[in-house]
Each structure stands twice: as C-alpha cells, then as structure tokens.
C-alpha cells in the first residue's frame, strides 16, 4: 500500500512536470526572424516592457499594473492568434497547450503573490509565452502581403 | 444498441488514438526521419496493430468478459511497457552517443532493470498467492511502468546534463514521460482503490487519454522541430581529418 501511494504521488508530479517540459520546448522554438517587435509596435503591447522592468530591478513595479499587463496583452494576442491572417480561425492544439499553461502559471503568479513568495520567475514565464504568441501571429502575417508590403509594415504606416 | 455519453467519450479517445498513431507512423516516414527513429517506428505500428486489431479480434471472438480476453488484455499491457522500455534505452543510445564511457555504464544499468522488476512483482506474488488474477498483474504492470518513469526522467536530466541540442529527442522523451506518468499514476490509483468503481472509470478514460497526448507530442516533435544532424554526421568523412588537426 505504501509503495502504491508514493508512485501515485511521484507519477502525479512527474506527470505535471513533463506537461511543463514539454510547454517549455515549445516555447524555444526558433523563429526565422524578430516578428513580435512589429506586432508589440502596432498593437501597444506592453509585455516587453514588464520583462525590461524586472530584468532591470530584479522584480515587477506594481503588481496591480503587472497583472492588468499581462491580462490585457493576453486578451489582444489570444484574440489576434485566432482572427489575424489566420484562414482556419481557430487555434492549433498546441496554441491551446499554452493558452492553457498562461492560465495556469498566472495562476501561480497571484499564489505567489498572496504567500508573500517571488514572483518574478511566474512574470517571465509569462511575458515569455506572450512573446511566443506574437512571434505566431507576426509570423502568420508577415506571409499575408498588401503591394509591396507585408501586413505588419501596413499596420504600422496606417 | 444505444451508446452512453461516456462509452461513446471512450470511443472518441480510442479512435482518436488509433489516427494519431498512424499519424505518428505517416509523418516519420514522409518527413524521412524513419531511419532515425526505427524504435519508435516498430513501437508504434506494434501499438497500433495490437490495441487496434488484435484486442478488438480477439474481444469480439472470445468476448469481452472472457477470461482469455482478460489474459490477452494484460499480456498486450506488459508487452506495451516492454515496447516502451526498448524505445527508451534507444533514446539512452541516442542522447549518449558521443560519451562511450558513459553508455557502457547506462547499458549495465539497463540490463539489470527487467530482472529486478520481475523479481520486485514476484516477491510480491508469493505474499498474494490467493490475488494472481487481478492484483499481481496491476502490480506487475504499475511496477513496469513506474520503472520506464523513473528511467524516463534519468534519461531527461542525464540530457540536461550534457546539454544535447536536440529538442526532437527532448520532446519524444517529454512525450514518454507523460504516458509513463499517467499510466503508472493510475495502476497505482487502482491498486490503493482495490480496483473500485471510480477508480476503474476514472483508469479507464485516464489511460488512453495519456497516450493520446504522447501520440500528440511525438506528432509534434516530429512535424515541428528541424531535424538535428550530429556533427559526426554533418562531417562525414572529413571527420577523421578534423580529429587528425585536432590531435
């Protein structure tokens, strides 16, 4: 019995930690070029200032400010993810991997912040998936071309 | 013959199983990266011929209820785990390829594991001589599948250790380790519950759901990730020109 309850236990975990792993692979996927600057510029995200911030001071300025950030960048990029230059408008499974490991670790950003723990490694995290998600979408429309232009560089000259 | 909403959830995630793992098998082959990965290959065309036509035959011969069906059913389970413990000591190869003396040490290691195993359940067998049917088989089972984990997860750090810049390698073990972590959480799950209703539901839609997202990663892994080529490889024959300037 006992031996039954620690491999439940360490499996549980284990199972947790590889689903992590394999959001944190994902993750470091090479882009060809910087697309989310271009998306960041013309949509006024503020994630890379948030990560500028805490690379800068070591921690987030105002915890309100960095959760509304964070929520409202989200919100803009899930929503782009799904409309923008994307002719399925839906998301791909593993975009749905992430948006639900977002959900998860801000999550665990506003637990830090009640048990009084650090929360910088959960904000960067965070700002990292943002990132990701505008590289998706800066990529996808770098492909969709108005003339001589690719979309983004039409959405910044509007 | 009406379908309930969970049998017909069930179906869902076996169905879904079966196209993913002949996804799995398609996309080794047209992304040429077969030859590479031939354990995983058989692994999976073993894993789709056995749980999606030799378990459906034998279950519509015998029945669902038999007791040769049962044995079947296990029998499978055990040779999947072995499968799998197969395929993990190819990606041990793999991650070590370049540190001989480290492999030989991981090789002795992996030896020792299916013995130890064996000897682990049949101690286990001799206190519950009376269980045999049931008990000793979920026990041999959750046994064999927390060991592929624990190798699993050895073989993820001993990665991170020597820092391998292969992230199809790192995701096809990520991909092991959710399966091994899923199925060994809910053998053991089984056995504290002694096989209770709501654990048996709960195993029941748990199990193939793991592998579902197994067969989900290594589609991914597959599909997504460039194709590492190791710099012996990348080299060819001037490899032995660059070690001769190196010496």
Same mark, same amino acid.
């Given at each position: 019995?006992?031996?039954?309850?620690?491999?439940?236990? /360490?499996?549980?975990?284990?199972?947790?930690?590889?689903?992590?792993?394999?959001?944190?692979?994902?993750?470091?996927?090479?882009?060809?070029?910087?697309?989310?600057?271009?998306?960041?510029?013309?949509?006024?995200?503020e994630?890379?200032?948030?990560?500028?911030?805490?690379?800068?001071?070591?921690?987030? /300025?105002?915890?309100?400010?960095?959760?509304l950030?964070?929520?409202?960048?989200?919100?803009?990029?899930?929503?782009?993810?799904?409309?923008?230059?994307?002719?399925?408008?839906?998301?791909?499974?593993?975009?749905?991997?992430?948006?639900?490991?977002?959900?998860? /670790?801000?999550?665990?950003?506003?637990?830090?912040?009640?048990?009084?723990l650090?929360?910088?490694?959960?904000?960067?995290?965070?700002?990292?998936?943002?990132?990701?998600?505008?590289?998706? /979408?800066?990529?996808?429309?770098?492909?969709?071309?108005?003339?001589?232009?690719?979309?983004?560089?039409?959405?910044?000259?509007? | 013959?009406?379908?309930?909403?969970?049998?017909?959830?069930?179906?869902?995630?076996?169905?879904?199983?079966?196209?993913?793992?002949?996804?799995?098998?398609?996309?080794?082959?047209?992304?040429?990266?077969?030859?590479?990965?031939?354990g995983l290959?058989l692994?999976?065309?073993?894993?789709? #011929?056995?749980?999606?036509?030799?378990?459906?035959?034998?279950?519509?011969?015998?029945?669902?209820?038999?007791?040769?069906?049962?044995?079947?059913?296990?029998?499978?389970?055990?040779?999947?785990?072995?499968?799998?413990?197969?395929?993990?000591?190819?990606?041990?190869?793999?991650?070590?390829?370049?540190?001989?003396?480290?492999?030989?040490?991981?090789?002795?290691?992996?030896?020792?594991?299916?013995?130890?195993?064996?000897?682990?359940?049949?101690?286990?067998?001799?206190?519950?001589?009376?269980?045999?049917?049931?008990?000793?088989?979920?026990?041999?089972?959750?046994?064999?599948?927390?060991?592929c984990l624990?190798?699993?997860?050895?073989?993820? #750090?001993?990665?991170?250790?020597?820092?391998?810049?292969?992230?199809?390698?790192?995701?096809?073990?990520?991909?092991?380790?959710?399966?091994?972590?899923?199925?060994?959480?809910?053998?053991?799950?089984?056995?504290?519950?002694?096989a209770?209703?709501?654990?048996?539901?709960?195993?029941?839609?748990?199990?193939?759901?793991?592998?579902?997202?197994?067969?989900?990663?290594?589609?991914?892994?597959?599909?997504?990730?460039?194709?590492?080529?190791?710099?012996?490889?990348?080299?060819?024959?001037?490899?032995?020109?660059?070690?001769?300037?190196?010496?």
């Open positions: 019995m006992f031996m039954a309850a620690l491999i439940l236990i /360490v499996s549980t975990g284990l199972f947790f930690f590889y689903l992590q792993a394999v959001c944190q692979k994902i993750l470091r996927r090479q882009f060809t070029q910087e697309f989310f600057q271009s998306i960041v510029n013309a949509n006024r995200l994630f890379p200032s948030v990560r500028k911030a805490i690379e800068d001071f070591g921690s987030p /300025v105002e915890y309100p400010r960095l959760l950030t964070l929520k409202c960048d989200f919100l803009a990029l899930t929503y782009l993810l799904k409309n923008a230059a994307n002719v399925n408008q839906r998301y791909s499974y593993e975009e749905r991997l992430l948006i639900l490991y977002f959900k998860l /670790v801000f999550a665990s950003l506003i637990t830090c912040h009640w048990l009084k650090r929360e910088t490694p959960a904000a960067l995290k965070l700002t990292a998936i943002l990132e990701y998600f505008a590289n998706v /979408v800066g990529e996808r429309v770098n492909t969709v071309r108005f003339g001589n232009l690719t979309a983004s560089d039409y959405l910044l000259n509007l | 013959m009406s379908l309930t909403g969970d049998q017909l959830l069930l179906y869902g995630v076996q169905y879904a199983t079966y196209a993913l793992e002949v996804w799995v098998f398609v996309s080794l082959v047209w992304r040429g990266r077969w030859r590479r990965l031939k290959g692994y999976v065309v073993s894993l789709f #011929l056995l749980d999606g036509v030799a378990r459906p035959a034998v279950s519509n011969f015998f029945g669902q209820t038999s007791r040769q069906f049962f044995y079947f059913y296990w029998i499978t389970d055990v040779v999947f785990a072995l499968g799998a413990f197969l395929v993990i000591c190819g990606f041990f190869r793999r991650a070590s390829a370049h540190e001989e003396k480290l492999w030989k040490v991981v090789r002795l290691l992996l030896i020792f594991v299916p013995p130890l195993v064996l000897g682990i359940s049949a101690l286990s067998l001799t206190r519950n001589y009376t269980h045999l049917r049931h008990m000793f088989i979920i026990e041999f089972s959750q046994n064999l599948y927390f060991t624990v190798l699993n997860t050895l073989l993820y #750090l001993m990665l991170q250790q020597l820092a391998v810049e292969d992230d199809e390698l790192g995701l096809l073990v990520c991909g092991m380790g959710v399966q091994f972590a899923g199925e060994a959480a809910c053998f053991a799950l089984y056995h504290l519950t002694a209770n209703s709501m654990a048996k539901v709960l195993t029941q839609f748990l199990a193939p759901c793991c592998t579902l997202a197994m067969l989900w990663i290594w589609v991914y892994a597959i599909g997504k990730t460039p194709q590492f080529v190791s710099a012996r490889f990348r080299l060819g024959k001037n490899k032995v020109l660059v070690e001769a300037v190196a010496d």
